[in-house]
């Protein structure tokens, strides 16, 4: 670093230590986002279930039950089934 030459030396001492925390930033942040990762992969694998479930429920998949159910509340309005 030429520049580094012409700079006082307590200045560069300063730099070297801004360039050591910068170091010590950049290794917390790489563990952050391995953690972040690991933790977005848990939480995608409990949400597929519901997902799944969700899809094939707007397929018509669990109309059977839902309308048994619907029925045995009493909140079947026949005119409404399409």
Do not use: H, S, W
Not at 52 to 58: F, G, N, P, Q, V
Not at 76 to 82: G, M
């Amino acid at each position: 670093d030429m520049m580094m030459n012409i700079l006082p030396p307590c200045i560069v001492r300063r730099v070297e230590k801004l360039r050591d925390l910068n170091n010590q930033r950049e290794t917390i942040a790489e563990q952050y986002q391995k953690e972040r990762a690991a933790l977005e992969k848990k939480f995608a694998n409990l949400y597929q279930p519901l997902f799944d479930e969700r899809r094939e429920t707007i397929a018509g998949k669990y109309d059977r039950e839902i309308d048994a159910k619907a029925k045995d509340a009493g909140n079947v309005n026949e005119e409404e089934d399409a």
